[in-house]
């Protein structure tokens, strides 16, 4: 059983709106900065949203500001994306990830987050 599971992803138009959520497993997801990355094909992964552990303060990458919303429910173990008017530039694999960081999330990179999903596909299509 992986720690971290993603699911929400699928086929959607151009304009419409999916919620990706990333349930936790084994241990709580408190304390955690909380990280959604996305990686097309023949593309780098990219960060889209994070949120701190400390003052759930929230970063967003430029392409996806006012747009996707980054949150989690303590309660339900689960952290979760939001993300409206999609585009075609926004089709994807999503991966969650966790890490205990003690600075602002957006400042770490890939290899800085240590726990990962195995990632849910989302197409933009019409």
């Known amino acids: 059983q992986f720690p971290l599971v993603e699911s929400g992803g699928g086929l959607v138009q151009p304009g419409g709106s999916l919620k990706l959520s990333c349930t936790v497993s084994?241990?709580?997801?408190?304390?955690?900065?909380i990280g959604w990355w996305r990686q097309a094909p023949g593309k780098e992964r990219e960060r889209v949203a994070c949120m701190n552990s400390s003052d759930r303060n929230t970063n967003y990458a430029d392409s996806v500001r006012g747009r996707f919303t980054i949150s989690s429910d303590n309660a339900k173990n689960t952290a979760y994306l939001q993300m409206r008017t999609l585009q075609h530039e926004d089709t994807a694999t999503y991966f969650c990830?966790?890490?205990?960081?003690?600075?602002?999330?957006?400042?770490?990179?890939?290899?800085?987050?240590?726990?990962w999903g195995q990632g849910t596909q989302v197409t933009v299509s019409s």
């Open positions: 084994g241990f709580s997801l408190l304390g955690y900065s």
């Open positions: 990830a966790l890490e205990r960081h003690s600075l602002s999330c957006y400042l770490y990179s890939e290899h800085e987050w240590g726990i």
